[in-house]
Structure formats: structure tokens, C-alpha cells
């Protein structure tokens, strides 16, 4: 029981290792505090959680290291990332609500709640219609339950640079928000060298900031009109195609050579060894790769590298064809025209299927056992471009955006020498006549490449 917790606990009478550092990464959030104010660091993100559990565990940790049940001064921020935890937010999140002692732990921080939503690992676990679908109907879900129980909630999007971890066109996300969803305050995540891109400059950060509070602004005005609201005939045609979408991907991912495909032919295993990842690129210390334990950057990172951006648009073809043939298909053009969240998603994905690049890999389709598999990608790629531009009515991708198409165009010219050059190295690593010396020198022309692609390319998925 918490309330058998009444003092703190001695951390260094623990032996095991990872049971110190837990404890003591607590204890510094006092520490800061203590030495910058609380708002030098005032919040606890649980990545992966998973259940109320998850979150009572941190508020018992918090007792453990000192800190009185009416004075935690820290908000407690679970993080959904999976398709089923994000399914489970709500009945996560009301139970909390409901619990006597955490509500009195959310009235002793003015009765706010941020929560976290995982758009990376959403779309590697469940695609990428099926995630962006999933992490919308879940905000309108916790909206609805906090504001049930009188608590605000602020939501924190844990948004990298391309559309396949849910950036993009970021401030056409947030314009098409209805009032369903809580949008008083909104924080999102700037990760990697998406920094630099977007907030580098002057002049760039002017932009960027100017365009998401455009954003916010005209989802305020908006909010009532049709361009915001999602009917529920809507609503049924992108639960279809985000189910249809989600069986596709799914389909793929358990094809028994779906990793080993990515390890062979990307710099998957290399990120890890390159330091550019933002973390390890798996989760646990075991030696096999299962893909529950692969990490969202790499993963992405990995076909964005590969130039296949599979994340990005993998199943939307197959959606869109399945409900053509039922004879939705002038349903879904009105729903293009009529429906801006869901046109957001039909144009990042254009803007991922435009980084993707097949050349470099087309010699693989000749590979008597991984030949099936980028024939496979390629032709939902296919589909997808050719179906998405029936649905816009544009001759080709990003047709109604010159500047980013022209950008994202030039800098894949600088990043196809390197592109050539890391998949000559990994095909010359995975030759088992490759001496070890030499297997030295592919090594570091690996990671080498993969420092200039991310900086050329920046945001290539």
C-alpha cells in the first residue's frame, strides 16, 4: 500500500545496479530543483507505458526518495506509443482520475494532466494511417474523460522531423484539430537535427514559429466549421482504411525475413555504433533482434537510409484500392477535399514517398532471397503514388507545394553519391570472401555515410 510508505529509503543499502540508478535519477529531479527552481525540471515522462500501474509506480518512487505525499513537486507524464496502449489511454487515464490518492496528487498541481503520445513508435508498431488515426481518436478520447473529471489536460507530442514519426507539415496537424480535441496548451518535441533545420536561423525560426501559432490560431477560429469536424460517415472511412492499412503493415511485418532484410540492406545495425541516435537501437540487453525491442529512430532512420520510407506509406495503397473496389472511391475524394486532418495524412505521405528513392536498391530485386521482399515494397509504393495523386487530382507529388518539392528534390541529388556508396559497403560486408581488415574500412564508410545523409538529407523519411 502507498500509504505504508512514510519514509525514504537508504539507496545505497541496494546492490543491484539499475535499482540505484533509478532511485537516483528521482532524487536528482530534487536536486535540480533545489539548485534552478522547479521549473529547471518539473516533469516524468514513462516511456512504453503501459498501464495505471506504470504510473503509481513513479508517484511510489517518489515517496522512496523523499518526497511527502502532499508536496510531489513533479508531474507524473505517461507516454502511450502502441497501437493498443493508445486504444487503452482513456480506461488508463480514468482509473488514475478515479484513484483517491493520485487525485489528490493532481489537485496539489492545479488539477493539470500532460500526456504523452508516441507518433514514432506508433507508426512503427502499427503503421502509418492506423497510428496517426489512433493517436487523434485517443486525444479526443482523454479530452473527453479529463474534462469529465475536471482536469485539464495538456497534451505533449512526441513529434521527430519526417511524417513518418509525425512530423512534416506540422502546422497543418495542428490546424485541423476540432474542438474535440484539448488544444489550450500544446507541447511537442524538436528532436535531432531537426533543431537546426527549423530553428537554426533567424529567419527560419521566425517561420516555423510563426506557422505553428498560425496553426493554433486558426484551429481556434476553425474549430465549429466543417473543415475541422469529422462527421461519422467520415469517421467510418478512416477507421476503414486505417484497419485495412493496419493488416497490410501488419502482414509485412511478419514476413520471417522482415528484419534480417532491413539489417542486410540498411545501416540498422549501425546505430548503435555511430552515436547519432538519440538512444540505444534496441530496447533490453538480449543478442537476438526481436522487433518489439527496436527502437523508433533506428527503425525509421534505417529505411529513410535505405531510401524505401516504408513508415511513411506502407498499407495506404492497399486502403485506398480495397475501398475503390467497394465503390468508395467518390466518398473518399470528397473526404480529400472536405476533411483537412485527413488530407494532412495523404500529403506527409506524399512528402515520405517523395524522399524514397528505389534505384539504389534495384539490384536487390535480383537477390534470390530478399528479391521478393523489395518487390514487395516497391509495388505498394507504386500503388500508393499512383492512387494518392488519382485521390488529390495532381499530375504528381506535392504538386501544390513547388518549394518543398524543389528542396526536398535538390538535396536528394547530394545525398545519391553517398546513398552508392553505403550500400557498395554493406553489400561488400555481408560477402563472406570480405577480409576482416577490409571489413574495417566497409564498416566506417557505413557510419561515414550515415553522418552525411542525415545532415543532407535532414528529415529524409
Known amino acids: 500500500m502507498l500509504s505504508d510508505i512514510s519514509t525514504a529509503v537508504d539507496i545505497n543499502s541496494f546492490e543491484d545496479t539499475l535499482v540505484k540508478e533509478t532511485l537516483l535519477s528521482i532524487c536528482a529531479i530534487s536536486t535540480i530543483q533545489q539548485q534552478n527552481g522547479m521549473a529547471g525540471c518539473q516533469r516524468y515522462i514513462i516511456s512504453n507505458c503501459q498501464s495505471a500501474v506504470n504510473v503509481m509506480e513513479v508517484y511510489a518512487l517518489a515517496h522512496l526518495c523523499g518526497w511527502p505525499s502532499a508536496n510531489i513537486t513533479f508531474d507524473i507524464v505517461p507516454l502511450f506509443e502502441t497501437i493498443d496502449d493508445l486504444a487503452s489511454a482513456e480506461a488508463t487515464m480514468e482509473l488514475l482520475y478515479k484513484l483517491p490518492t493520485y487525485n489528490q496528487h493532481l489537485h496539489d498541481r492545479q488539477r493539470q494532466q500532460t500526456i504523452m503520445l508516441g507518433f514514432s513508435d506508433g507508426t512503427k508498431d502499427g503503421g502509418y494511417l492506423q497510428a496517426n488515426w489512433s493517436i487523434y481518436t485517443a486525444k479526443e478520447n482523454l479530452t473527453a474523460i479529463s474534462r469529465k473529471y475536471s482536469i485539464r489536460v495538456k497534451f505533449f507530442d512526441g513529434r521527430g522531423g519526417p511524417p513518418s514519426r509525425g512530423g512534416g507539415k506540422t502546422n497543418k496537424f495542428y490546424a485541423s484539430l476540432g474542438n474535440t480535441i484539448e488544444n489550450e496548451e500544446i507541447q511537442l518535441t524538436v528532436q535531432g537535427q531537426t533543431i537546426t533545420s527549423n530553428f537554426g536561423t533567424i529567419q527560419s525560426s521566425q517561420f516555423n514559429l510563426e506557422q505553428l501559432l498560425s496553426a493554433g490560431i486558426s484551429n481556434e477560429m476553425f474549430a465549429d466549421t466543417k473543415r475541422t469536424q469529422i462527421s461519422q460517415h467520415d469517421r467510418h472511412l478512416i477507421e476503414e482504411l486505417g484497419r485495412i492499412s493496419y493488416e497490410s503493415y501488419q502482414s509485412f511485418k511478419e514476413h520471417p525475413l522482415f528484419l534480417s532484410y532491413l539489417q542486410q540492406f540498411s545501416p540498422l545495425d549501425y546505430y548503435s555504433k555511430s552515436n547519432i541516435a538519440s538512444r540505444p537501437s534496441k530496447r533490453g540487453g538480449g543478442g537476438g533482434l526481436r522487433f518489439e525491442d527496436l527502437r523508433a529512430v533506428p527503425f525509421v532512420g534505417s529505411w529513410s537510409q535505405l531510401k524505401q520510407n516504408v513508415p511513411g506509406y506502407f498499407g495506404v495503397g492497399t486502403a485506398l484500392q480495397k475501398m475503390k473496389n467497394e465503390g468508395h472511391w467518390d466518398e473518399l475524394k470528397a473526404l480529400f477535399r472536405n476533411v483537412l486532418f485527413f488530407r494532412t495524412l495523404i500529403d506527409n505521405s506524399m512528402m515520405s514517398m517523395l524522399k524514397s528513392n528505389f534505384a539504389p536498391t534495384q539490384y536487390i530485386k535480383d537477390d534470390p532471397k530478399y528479391g521478393a521482399i523489395w518487390e514487395l515494397i516497391k509495388n505498394e509504393f507504386d500503388l ?59 564498416e566506417k564508410l557505413v557510419t561515414r555515410s550515415m553522418f552525411g545523409i542525415i545532415n543532407a538529407a535532414r528529415n529524409s523519411a
Do not use: C, F, N
Open 384 to 442: 500508393t503514388i499512383k492512387l494518392v495523386l488519382e485521390l488529390s487530382g495532381y499530375s504528381e507529388l506535392m504538386e501544390d507545394d513547388k518549394t518543398g518539392r524543389a528542396s526536398i528534390q535538390m538535396r536528394d541529388k547530394i545525398v545519391l553519391p553517398l546513398l552508392t556508396i553505403q550500400q557498395y559497403a554493406l553489400h561488400h560486408l555481408h560477402d563472406e570472401a570480405t577480409s576482416a581488415e577490409m571489413k574495417e574500412v566497409y
